[in-house]
Structures are given as structure tokens and as C-alpha cells.
T-cell receptor, first 115, second 116 residues
Framework: RKEVEQDPGPFNVPEGATVAFNCTYSNSASQSFFWYRQDCRKEPKLLMS???SGNEDGRFTAQLNRASQYISLLIRDSKLSDSATYLCVVTPGKMTTDSWGKLQFGAGTQVVVTP | DAGVIQSPRHEVTEMGQEVTLRCKPISGHDYLFWYRQTMMRGLELLIYFNNNVPIDDSGMPEDRFSAKMPNASFSTLKIQPSEPRDSAVYFC??????????????FGQGTRLTVV
């Protein structure tokens, strides 16, 4: 089983609609979680961190479910510019100076927003 | 700040040749990462450094790959000899690390390597 798993999609979403997708992780000791966005042929960029209580940033809402070991991302009022691959990122467990660097990336979920 | 700078942006080389990828991290960042991305395997961590010291190189595929960080502002990833299966996008990233818990990793634009 992969340490971080994502539905690759693509999720085809009409402009203005809502889309949500999850990411599951295998290490119950993981402490920090992130969503990165990657546009076609570009580098990944941080979209948002995921906090235990859930958090919102504009049209984007991230949730963490520790019991079931998954995080989710919801995009409301989708824009054409939201078309991208969304990468789930998880830390390996208890954070130490040496282990911090081993961020584990999922393979990504592709979202395609159509007019 | 100009961000993480990688060079070259594109590299096409023949099998068997040596390839050197370069990276300049963001000033003040303690951590530097080398990733490889392919359609089949996604984003893979190859090696990372903390304060110029290699911490974990378990992701380096084999002895043909080597990485160095001679100072805080420069790192190289070398492949010798290169093989067609090394074709991928290689990303360098840097971050402040756990001094600021949850801080993000900033990626360079990547080097698209094609080995023919």
C-alpha cells in the first residue's frame, strides 16, 4: 500500500460547481498535512496547510480526519483557473530535524474545470 | 528574492553521457531537496540536505546518481552515466525547515531531462 494515495481523476467540473476529493495516508503518526497545486509543466506550489480543526482559504476548504486517516480538499465556485493537479503532502510521523525533510507526496488528483 | 533557481531548464543528452543539474536555494533556507517527477512514479524524493549536510539519500536510485552541496547557496545533482530511464523532470526545492513548523517547500522550475 502506498503511504499517500489519491484518486488520480480527472475530475471534470463545470465552472461554478463544487468539487471535493480526498487523500488517504497510511502512517497514523503523521502530524502535518498540506495541499500543493501543480499546473501543467510547472513546479508544485503550496496551496494550503491542513489544520486539525479544518481550515478555509477563500473558495478552498481543507479537512483532516485522523480517525480515518484522510484529508480532503473542497473547491467551491470552481474557476477555469482552478484546473490543475492537486498534490496531497504528508509528513512521515513525529517531526524531528532529520525526519522533517521526508515529505511524502501523493501522485496527485487532476481537476479540469470546463466552461 | 528570486526563488529557487535551477539550471538548465532543459537538457537533452545521449545515453552514457554525464549530466549535471544545478540548484540555488532561497537564501536563508536550511533544507534543500532534490525530487524527480515522472508520469509513472509521480514525485519522488531523491535526497535532501540540512545545512549543507546530506540527511537522507535513500531515494537515490543507484550509484550513477550523486548529489553535493558545497555551500549554502549551491547544490548539484549528477548522473553518470545517464540512461534513457533517467528521463524525467528534476525539481530542486528549499525550505526553512522545522524552525517554523508547517513551513512550505519552495520549488524551482525544474530541469526537464531527456536521455536519448
Amino acid at each position: 500500500r502506498k503511504e499517500v494515495e489519491q484518486d488520480p481523476g480527472p475530475f471534470n467540473v463545470p465552472e461554478g460547481a463544487t468539487v471535493a476529493f480526498n487523500c488517504t495516508y497510511s502512517n497514523s503518526a503523521s502530524q502535518s498535512f498540506f495541499w500543493y497545486r501543480q499546473d501543467c509543466r510547472k513546479e508544485p506550489k503550496l496551496l494550503m496547510s491542513v489544520y486539525s480543526s479544518g481550515n478555509e482559504d477563500g473558495r478552498f476548504t481543507a479537512q483532516l480526519n485522523r480517525a480515518s486517516q484522510y484529508i480532503s480538499l473542497l473547491i467551491r465556485d470552481s474557476k477555469l483557473s482552478d484546473s490543475a493537479t492537486y498534490l496531497c503532502v504528508v509528513t512521515p510521523g513525529k517531526m524531528t530535524t532529520d525526519s522533517w525533510g521526508k515529505l511524502q507526496f501523493g501522485a496527485g488528483t487532476q481537476v479540469v474545470v470546463t466552461p | 528574492d528570486a526563488g529557487v533557481i535551477q539550471s538548465p531548464r532543459h537538457e537533452v543528452t545521449e545515453m552514457g553521457q554525464e549530466v549535471t543539474l544545478r540548484c540555488k536555494p532561497i537564501s536563508g533556507h536550511d533544507y534543500l531537496f532534490w525530487y524527480r517527477q515522472t508520469m509513472m512514479r509521480g514525485l519522488e524524493l531523491l535526497i535532501y540536505f540540512n545545512n549543507n549536510v546530506p540527511i537522507d539519500d535513500s531515494g537515490m536510485p543507484e550509484d550513477r546518481f550523486s548529489a553535493k552541496m558545497p555551500n549554502a547557496s549551491f547544490s548539484t545533482l549528477k548522473i553518470q552515466p545517464s540512461e534513457p530511464r533517467d528521463s524525467a523532470v528534476y525539481f530542486c526545492a528549499s525550505s526553512q525547515g522545522p524552525r517554523n513548523w508547517g513551513t512550505e517547500a519552495f520549488f524551482g522550475q525544474g530541469t526537464r531531462l531527456t536521455v536519448v
